[in-house]
C-alpha cells in the first residue's frame, strides 16, 4: 500500500509497496479516506517533538472500515469511522483513575505507531467510533481535534459572562473559538499577527480581535476589559513568548489555559508572586479524554463548523508540499488535508 513514513528529523520517505496491516483479534483495519495534517505531524518532521521512528504519520483520520478482528463486537465491515490516536492501556494506576491522558504505556497513532497517513490503518476497536453517514470524511477528521478543543473548554470552565482571550487564530484557535462562544462568555477577544486570520475569526465568533504585530496586546486587552484583563486566557499557539505573554492578559483571579503545543524542553519564565499574590489558576490541556462521542456530536449538528479550515487538499506523496506550507505560512492557509 501507499503511505509516508517518517524514517528521521526532515526525512520523510514515499512508498508504494508498505505491507498493508492486518487486524489483531480486538483490532479494526480501516482504509482511510481522508487524514488532516495537524501541527503535532510538523513538530515530529522539524524534531521539536520525539516519536517512535520509523513511523507512519497522521492522526487525524476517518475511513471505512475493511475488516475487524475475532473479539470486534460493536464494528462490522463497512461502517464508516474515526479512531481516537491515543490508545491508552486501560491497566495502568492513571488508567484506572480515569486520567488515561497520562497513561504509561500509550501506543498514539502517528506518534508511536503507524497512524493515517497510508491507505490502510488499524486502530484499537476501543478508540474506534461509528460516525454518520451524512459526515463527509474530510468533515469527520475533524473529530481529533475538536475532541482537543473540548477538552480545552473543559478545563478553561468558563462561566457564562465572563470575558475569554485566545492566543492564535490558526486551526486550533478558530475551533475553539467556536466553542468559546457556544459558552455564553460575554466578550472574545482573539490575538494573532494576521489580520485575515482574524477576519476570519470575527465572522466565526470573535467580538474583538487584536493584531500583535500592530498593537499594545496587553494594553489593548486592558481596554477592552475595563481596566481589568480578561477571566480566561487561552493559549493556542504553542510559544513559551505567548505563554509569558498571557499573564499581562488575564485579570486577576482568573484562569490562564496552556493548550498551544511547545516543543518539549522550552522554558519560560514566570513570576511566582504574581502567581500567588494574584491567585492566578494556571492549566493544561492535554490531548482529548473521553471527548470523542461529544466532537463526533458537534460534527454531525453543525454547531461546529470546519469546512472553511480545509484550505489546501493534497494526496499522500505531496505531504511535503503541506509542511512547507505549515513553514512558510502563506496568507490563506490554514489546514491540508491528505487524501491517501
Not at 66 to 76: C, D, L, R
Not at 312 to 323: F, M, Q, S
Request: hydrophobic share 40%.
Amino acid at each position: 500500500m501507499k503511505a509516508a513514513v517518517l524514517e528521521g528529523v526532515k526525512k520523510i520517505s514515499f512508498t508504494g509497496d508498505y505491507k498493508k496491516p492486518e487486524p489483531g483479534d480486538d483490532e479494526v483495519l480501516i482504509k482511510v479516506e481522508a487524514c488532516g495534517l495537524c501541527g503535532t505531524d510538523f513538530k515530529l518532521y522539524k524534531g521539536d517533538y520525539s516519536g517512535k521512528l520509523p513511523v507512519i504519520l497522521g492522526h487525524e483520520y476517518a475511513g471505512t472500515v475493511e475488516k475487524v478482528g475475532a473479539k470486534v463486537k460493536e464494528i462490522k465491515p463497512g461502517d464508516r469511522v474515526v479512531a481516537d490516536p491515543n490508545e491508552s492501556c486501560g491497566a495502568c494506576g492513571y488508567c484506572r483513575s480515569a486520567q488515561s491522558t497520562f497513561c504509561s504505556d500509550m501506543a498514539a497513532y502517528g506518534v508511536l505507531s503507524d497512524g493515517g497517513f497510508a491507505e490502510y490503518t488499524i486502530a484499537n476497536q476501543k478508540g474506534a467510533y461509528k460516525i454518520p453517514g451524512s459526515l463527509k470524511s474530510e468533515i469527520a477528521a475533524f473529530a481529533e481535534p475538536v475532541a482537543c478543543a473540548v477538552h480545552c473548554i473543559d478545563r478553561a470552565d468558563i462561566k457564562i459572562g465572563q470575558s475569554v482571550a485566545i492566543i492564535g487564530a490558526g486551526p486550533m484557535g478558530q475551533l475553539i473559538l467556536q466553542m468559546v462562544k457556544n459558552t455564553g462568555a460575554s466578550k472574545i477577544i482573539h490575538i494573532d499577527r494576521h489580520d485575515w486570520k482574524l477576519n476570519v475569526a470575527k465572522k466565526y465568533g470573535a467580538d474583538e480581535v487584536i493584531n500583535a504585530a500592530k498593537a499594545d496586546v496587553p494594553v489593548k486587552v486592558k481596554e477592552l476589559t475595563n481596566g481589568m484583563g480578561a477571566d480566561v486566557v487561552i493559549e493556542a499557539i504553542g510559544s513559551a513568548g505567548t505563554f509569558e505573554q498571557s499573564f499581562a492578559l488575564v485579570k486577576r483571579g482568573g484562569r490562564i489555559v496552556l493548550f498551544g503545543f511547545c516543543p518539549e524542553g522550552q522554558e519560560a519564565t514566570v513570576v511566582p508572586f504574581n502567581i500567588l499574590s494574584q491567585e492566578l489558576s494556571i492549566v493544561g490541556a492535554w490531548v482529548n479524554p473521553y471527548t470523542f462521542p461529544r466532537a463526533i456530536e458537534l460534527l454531525s449538528s453543525g454547531r461546529v463548523e470546519v469546512g472553511h479550515l480545509i484550505t489546501d487538499r493534497l494526496k499522500v506523496d505531496e505531504i511535503e508540499k503541506g509542511i512547507k506550507l505549515m513553514y512558510d505560512r502563506p496568507e490563506g492557509f490554514m489546514k491540508a488535508v491528505i487524501f491517501p
